[in-house]
Nanobody, 122 residues
């Protein structure tokens, strides 16, 4: 099982980016998926999560600017980031609770992507 992120980059303040994260491998089921970020010198923090049923949760700092969504058919989670600010600069990590098919009964465990850099210039 692996998570592969894409969509990071450099953008000016006020701009937008869309991150994608695709889960692949021997997957039985995926529960919650989410995005976290880590800025230099800071701890990793939650950005947004979404359950398999579509219930979302956001950090206060991104509410109204970021939107998380997922496509269960292709095991992908997205993060649409609008009105970006310099303080959004960080490495963004995808996270998912995945039950691999190699275990029986299937038990979900946390998987992480490799991270994608988002840099917002002022």
């Amino acid at each position: 099982v692996q998570l592969v992120e894409s969509g990071g980059g450099l953008v000016q303040a006020g701009g937008s980016l869309r991150l994608s994260c695709a889960a692949s491998g021997s997957i039985f089921s995926i529960n919650a998926m989410g995005w976290y970020r880590q800025a230099p010198g800071k701890q990793r923090e939650l950005v947004a999560t979404i359950t398999s049923g579509g219930t979302t949760n956001y950090a206060d700092s991104v509410k109204g600017r970021f939107t998380i969504s997922r496509n269960n058919a292709n095991n992908t989670v997205y993060l649409q980031m609008n009105s970006l600010k310099p303080e959004d600069t960080a490495v963004y990590y995808c996270n998912a609770a995945i039950a691999p098919i190699t275990m029986w009964p299937p038990r979900p465990r946390d998987y992480w992507g490799q991270g994608t850099q988002v840099t917002v210039s002022s």
